[in-house]
């Protein structure tokens, strides 16, 4: 609906596991994010890509690998995670003066 | 970004138009003035922008008053589905690399 999709919408895994969340988006932007949203605390940055290139990683533990592979895709590999990131794992792209849109997320629950 | 205030919660009769405010009386003169919402368990939702002047589009209206320290949004037939939580950002045009900061918003309820 927003033109940014996200896979898988649910996703469970254990400590050891490695896995990888997808996004993809058909509205031609330039920048995607991902975001993670916990109960009960802001959004918080993780990654942000320029015309396929990081330009941000907000201290973000190296458990989470992003990947861009072009302008339209987004990757967050994940191994190794604690059950502390368990969270909405939301990817977005920017468009002119700087609105965002919004993929569905992918709830994450690590056991 | 600058500071913004909202009401916590407000509820709405199905049919009848919402009118959200919020208050940003630090705007500076490059800061936009956003609005998005979140339906429970679901990513953000972009609805509306503006700089001065007044914003239509599918989705909803912006009203930005003249010194744009207050503005107002309208979704014009709110129906059930419309339930949600508003925030209102306001925010410089290239902050592109900063993230968006969600306040605590307004608890918008729809009753049938």
Same mark, same amino acid.
């Given at each position: 609906e927003t033109g940014v999709t996200q896979t898988p919408r649910h996703l469970v895994m254990g400590m050891t596991n490695k896995k990888s969340l997808k996004c993809e988006q058909?509205?031609?932007?330039?920048a995607m994010y991902w975001y993670k949203q916990s109960a009960k605390k802001p959004l918080e940055l993780m990654f942000v890509y320029n015309f396929k290139e990081?330009?941000?990683?907000?201290?973000?533990?190296?458990r989470f690998s992003p990947e861009c592979p072009n302008s339209s895709h987004l990757f967050l590999h994940l191994h190794?995670?604690?059950?502390?990131?368990?969270a909405l794992y939301l990817c977005a792209s920017r468009g002119g003066t700087d609105t965002q849109y919004f993929g569905p997320g992918t709830r994450l629950t690590v056991l | 970004d600058a500071k913004t205030t909202q009401p916590t919660s407000m509820d709405c009769a199905e049919g009848r138009a919402a009118n959200l405010p919020c208050n940003h *009386?630090?705007? *500076?003169?490059n800061e936009y003035v956003y609005w998005y919402r979140q339906i429970h368990s679901q990513g953000p939702q972009y609805i509306i922008h503006g700089l001065k002047n007044n914003e239509t589009n599918e989705m909803a209206s912006l009203i930005i008053t003249e010194d744009r320290k207050s503005s107002t949004l309208i979704l014009p037939h709110a129906t059930l589905r419309d339930t949600a939580v508003y925030y209102c950002i306001v925010r410089g045009? !290239? *902050?592109? !690399?900063?993230p968006l900061v969600f306040g605590k918003g307004t608890r918008l309820s729809v009753i049938a």
């Open positions: 058909h509205l031609g932007h330039n990081q330009t941000e990683n907000n201290s973000v533990p190296s190794t995670l604690q059950p502390e990131d368990s | *009386s630090t705007i *500076s003169g045009w !290239n *902050s592109g !690399n900063t």
